[in-house]
């Protein structure tokens, strides 16, 4: 499976964006996706996961409320809509598919190459 996330960008503090994930070379619905995001001079940390039907999702607690992870299987693309964005939630935000929902980037089988996002004060 190959991943392609797009649609970061500049955005000031409190605006919204909202990420793609599209996959191509397997059959997107069979896998959960996961986002995850590292700011500079950080470790990649876990932000949302979507399980294969979209029935459930996981997010960490900083960004609860405020993001929202959808799929549209038959568009094999994964979506994260980031509302009321801060600079605190600036970096590099990847994509992956993996066989459950889970937090750790260990289990997630394949990456995107990673979309930058920079929100100013």
């Known amino acids: 499976v190959q991943l392609q996330a797009s649609g970061g960008g500049l955005v000031r503090a409190g605006d919204s964006l909202t990420l793609s994930c599209t996959a191509s070379g397997g059959t997107f619905s069979d896998y959960a996706v996961g986002w995850f995001r590292q700011a500079p001079g950080k470790e990649r940390e876990f932000v949302a996961a979507i399980s294969w039907n979209p029935g459930m999702t996981r997010y960490s607690d900083s960004v609860e409320g405020r993001f929202a992870v959808s799929r549209d299987n038959g568009k094999n693309t994964g979506y994260l809509q980031m509302n009321s964005l801060a600079p605190e939630d600036t970096a590099v935000y990847y994509c992956?598919?993996?066989?459950?929902?889970?937090?750790?980037?260990?289990?997630?089988?394949?990456w995107g190459q990673g979309t930058q996002v920079t929100v100013s004060s």
């Open positions: 992956a598919a993996g066989p459950v929902i889970v937090s750790s980037p260990d289990v997630y089988e394949w």
